[in-house]
């Protein structure tokens, strides 16, 4: 059973950086994608960023674009997440998560994703 383990986390001024990672344990890995969400105090659970494993290929949400670079290293089953010039409506708890396969949601939607990590905590301060 695959198993995600973020780390990275923890608190950072206005304008400061990042990087979180998740590391994937267990047996062979090959999801179709990874993704980042985030989640808010008394807000729901967010998109920010996926890739796909094999070619590449990334989406982000539009508050992240330009700051944010989601990367992967097949090698060491890890995905990262660079996020620099961070603001404090990025305070959040953040998640990886595994996507298996092609299904009926997409890569934005977190129903798409079935293994998720126990979470990250980013806090940015004035």
């Known amino acids: 059973q695959v198993q995600l383990v973020e780390s990275g986390g923890g608190l950072v001024q206005v304008g400061g950086s990042l990087r979180l990672s998740c590391a994937a344990s267990g047996r062979t890995f090959r999801p179709y994608g990874m993704g980042w969400f985030r989640q808010a105090p008394g807000k729901e659970r967010e998109f920010v960023a996926a890739i796909t494993w094999s070619g590449g290929s990334t989406d982000y949400t539009d508050s992240v674009k330009g700051r944010f670079t989601i990367s992967r290293d097949n090698a060491k089953n890890t995905v990262y997440l660079q996020m620099n010039s961070l603001k404090p409506e990025d305070t959040a708890i953040y998640y990886c998560?595994?996507?298996?396969?092609?299904?009926?949601?997409?890569?934005?939607?977190?129903?798409?994703?079935?293994?998720w990590g126990q979470g990250t905590q980013v806090t940015v301060s004035l």
């Open positions: 998560a595994a996507r298996n396969s092609v299904g009926y949601y997409g890569r934005q939607s977190q129903y798409a994703y079935g293994t």
